[in-house]
């Protein structure tokens, strides 16, 4: 059932949030096609083995890809210059998708911090 939770996530939005991040959702999966789709932290998130490498939120004026990781975005600053962010989450407009090579990247730097802290 935990896929269902993100079906229900994502029924909630309105029809250009749930376009956006449906295609988020997409690109996670055909990038992680092992991954467990569920929730952490209340929002979408998609995990591989025990740990969550990639999520997504909508909030008021913006939507947020989620690398469940306070490192990820600051290893990825000089790429991820025009977007605005936290810490831990990267900030996008409804209506700018995250290009799918940057979403790779995201995901491929996640799962690099994991294996780093593995050994």
Known sequence: MPAAEI???L???????RAALQGLR????????????GTSYRVPAFRVGRHVVAGFAAFTNHLSYLPFSGSVLGRLADELRGYTMTKSSLHFPVDTPLP???VERLIAVRL????????
């Open 7 to 9: 079906d229900e996530y």
């Open 11 to 17: 029924e909630r939005l309105s029809a250009p949030e």
């Open 26 to 37: 997409e690109t996670i999966l055909r990038l992680l096609p092992e991954a467990e789709e």
């Open 100 to 102: 799918a090579a940057l």
């Open 112 to 119: 690099e911090e994991l294996r780093e802290r593995g050994r």
